[in-house]
Structures are given as structure tokens and as C-alpha cells.
């Protein structure tokens, strides 16, 4: 007698999004058009996840990671960053190491890579953007400015300088116009009107794959 086996596999992935301090407060969200997936291999734009990762360090040509404030990025510190599409979302994992212990920072996506200053990463990466907004002064409306439209990763460090964040957003990246860089920044992100994305100085970098 022959015997017939059906095997049904079903993985379900859930990926829960960042708490931000200081973002309980509703903020107007922008209408948000749906991106069709992108086909394009090897970019965080892509369906295909992307990661990178370095050793801060003072800039030089070519650098992947680095510190503007070696006082709170020291050089050695460790960044990084996994991109992990799916068809109508996008995770964004960040982890840390070595920077200063029980502090909290600033991080979000930028849309340039990361260069001699801390400037040359330009504004957020917005899902809309903001149209009053220039690379300087940035984009500081809280429609436009919140972790709904952009990818803030905020983190706390432990007692060891370490740190995780996740961010989850509804959307994919615009192949055209993906993300080029992670910013840790000075301090936490602010919320408030007239100051929204606002997070100090820019403190460290890292390059992301284009």
C-alpha cells in the first residue's frame, strides 16, 4: 500500500517596532502612497536584506564607520546595521558596542554616506518628504518629522557601552532614493513642533550599501 504524506510549512516572522521616549503623543501622520516592491539585487532597497558594519574611527577616505566625538563614539566602538525588507515592510536592526556606558543617543537613516563631517550625511531619510524642509535647516514639522515617516533607532546603552534597536515601518525603501547612512547622534530625539527629528550633534556614522 502506498502511503501519501503532506507536509504545510508556514513560517510567520513578527517583527515588534521601537518604543521611543518622549513619543507617546499622537502626531499627524502624512497620507503615505504604497511603494510597489523593488527588484534591484543587493541594496537595502531591494527584497533582498542588507547589512553593514564597522570600527569607528577618525574619518579617512573610504571609511565605512566613523566618529565625529571620539568622547562618546570612542575609536574601536562597533556599529552594526541589518536592512531586512519584505514585500510591504521594512525592519531596520541596529546594534552597538564600546560607546559610552547608561547614556542615551540619538540614531536615525540619513540620505547621503557618511563623510569628513558630521554634515555630509545630509537630512533623514523621509518615506514623504517634507516639501518645506531643505537639507539645511532640516525638516523639523512633526508631520513629516516622526518615527512613522523616518527610521529613528534610538537606544539606551547598558553599564558595558551596549545597545540594540529595532524599527519596523510599513513601507520599502524607493530603489531610487533608498538610505545611505546610519547617524548616531548627540542625544534623544525630540518631538516637539519647531524641534521634531532634532537629536544634537552628530556624533558617529555609518556608511550603508548602495
Not at 574619518?59 to 562597533?78: C, E, F, I, M, N
Not at 531586512?84 to 547608561?102: C, E, F, I, R, Y
Not at 525638516?139 to 519596523?168: H, I, K, Q
Request: net charge negative; hydrophobic share 40%.
Amino acid at each position: 500500500m502506498r502511503h501519501r504524506a503532506g507536509l504545510l510549512m508556514t513560517t510567520v516572522l513578527t517583527l515588534a517596532p521601537v518604543t521611543l521616549a518622549g513619543c507617546a503623543e499622537d502626531i499627524d501622520e502624512p497620507a503615505v502612497a504604497p511603494t510597489p516592491s523593488a527588484t534591484a539585487a543587493s541594496s537595502p532597497a531591494s527584497g533582498t536584506p542588507a547589512a553593514a558594519a564597522g570600527t569607528f574611527a577618525p574619518y579617512a577616505g573610504g571609511a565605512t564607520a566613523v566618529t565625529y566625538d571620539p568622547a562618546l563614539v570612542p575609536a574601536g566602538a562597533t556599529v552594526d546595521v541589518n536592512l531586512l525588507p519584505a514585500a510591504d515592510s521594512t525592519a531596520v536592526q541596529l546594534t552597538v558596542s564600546g560607546l559610552q556606558p547608561s547614556r542615551g543617543y540619538g540614531a536615525h537613516l540619513h540620505v547621503n554616506p557618511c563623510g569628513p563631517t558630521g554634515e555630509a550625511a545630509g537630512p533623514h531619510y523621509q518615506r514623504q518628504t517634507d516639501p518645506a524642509a531643505a537639507a539645511s535647516p532640516p525638516s523639523v514639522d512633526p508631520s513629516y518629522a516622526n518615527p512613522r515617516n523616518e527610521v529613528w533607532l534610538d537606544f539606551t546603552t547598558d553599564t558595558g557601552g551596549n545597545a540594540t534597536a529595532t524599527a519596523t515601518q510599513p513601507w520599502t525603501f524607493d530603489p531610487p532614493r533608498a538610505p545611505r547612512s546610519l547617524v548616531i547622534h548627540a542625544q534623544p530625539t525630540k518631538t516637539a513642533p519647531g524641534e521634531a527629528g532634532q537629536a544634537g550633534a552628530r556624533v558617529g556614522c555609518l556608511t550603508l550599501p548602495g
